[in-house]
């Protein structure tokens, strides 16, 4: 029983969220990507306990599930093939919909089975980890990892619909929930001062949370308005789409130099809490800022420093390397304030040198 259900409206799509809205999957599916055959694309983890209710939901008698082994080492060109393969020998052609159910490997992967079957087929996104629900499955990027690093082979392809059933959440390991909350704090600090109060509320009792209550719907909800208000101004990343960055050059370093042993939203919360510092210390942020971020964070269970293994050096030159260095100067979408973003005037996206950079890290 749906109680209470809450819509964004994107311009090509539309996002539902509630508890239990995927039992609606059969009347959304066949009014946005109505199709001969369904094909679910899930996790060995998220199949056994969620697909049976979703096939049925859609049309048992049209659906079919392909698993594909859990994990982001899973997210790569050769199961993409081996997905395609499955679809390709089960019959499947032109009039097909896809739904992805499962959390971002999953999202991304399925998202570019669509965008390359058959030049391009609908997807449905049915996300099952609170980072998929506020992060991964709105905004249309697609994708797979390779040897030489995360998302480099990909395609922009946006969802027909994403269906977000918080209450799919309550099988979900805390640790994943709680990497979740990062992207939730992001949220705040880039675009709602309020917002992230509540976050803050919400993630220091993360134990007692009730994943099918109002406060989830209410998390889930306005995490996916700020995203897809920032998306739908710029799909394609040359201006405000930076500002999601928060938190992610040195995130992204700091996930790297631990070989993916810290989980993204943990990295993430790291490097929040430094890219807040930088701020400050560029003079751009009011002060404050970094404090009240940490103690997000830490409300969350989540870390605010570098683990002691990983050296500042390391993580520059991993800074380096990553999509957002430009021409060798590494680029930062840093906040002014709780609730707002620096560099406006300059495409959101800020050069630092490296020397402030370990300043702050030292
Ligand atoms: N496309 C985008 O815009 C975008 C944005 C952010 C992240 N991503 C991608 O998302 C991925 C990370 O996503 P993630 O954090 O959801 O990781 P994930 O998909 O690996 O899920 C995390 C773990 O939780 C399990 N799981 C998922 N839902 C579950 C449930 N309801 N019950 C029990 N277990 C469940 C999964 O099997 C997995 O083991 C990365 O590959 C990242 O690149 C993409
Ligand atoms: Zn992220």
Known sequence: VVETTREVALASYRVVIGSGVSARLGEIVRSVAPAHRYAVITDSNVGPRHAAAVVDAIDSSRTMVVTIPAGESHKTRAVWGDVTD???????????????LGGGVVGDLAGF?????????PYVQVPTTLLAMIDASVGGKTGVDTPAGKNLVG????PAAVVADTSLLATLPAEQLRAGFAEAIKHGVIADAAYFERVREAASQLADLDVRGEQMLDLVAR????????????EREAGARKTLNFGHTIGHAVESCSNYAILHGEAVAVGMVYESALAERLGLAEAGTTA????AVLAAGLPDTRPSSISVDAILDAARGDKKARAGRV???????????AGADR???????DAAVREVLA
């Not at 089975?113 to 087929?121: E, H, I, L, P, S």
């Not at 395609?155 to 946006?158: I, K, P, R, V």
């Not at 680029?331 to 973003?341: D, F, N, Q, T, V």
């Not at 495409?347 to 040198?353: E, F, K, R």
């Open 86 to 100: 499955q679809l390709l020998a089960a019959g499947f052609g032109r009039d097909s919909t896809i739904v992805a």
């Open 292 to 295: 009240r971020v940490r103690d």
């Open 347 to 353: 495409g959101w996206a800020l050069p630092v040198s």
């Open 331 to 341: 680029e930062y979408a840093l906040p002014s304030r709780i609730g707002a973003m």
């Open 113 to 121: 089975v669509a965008a390359t079957f058959m030049r391009g087929v």
């Open 155 to 158: 395609a922009f392809h946006q």
């Open 223 to 234: 995490s996916v308005e700020i995203k897809a208000g920032v998306v739908g101004k710029d």
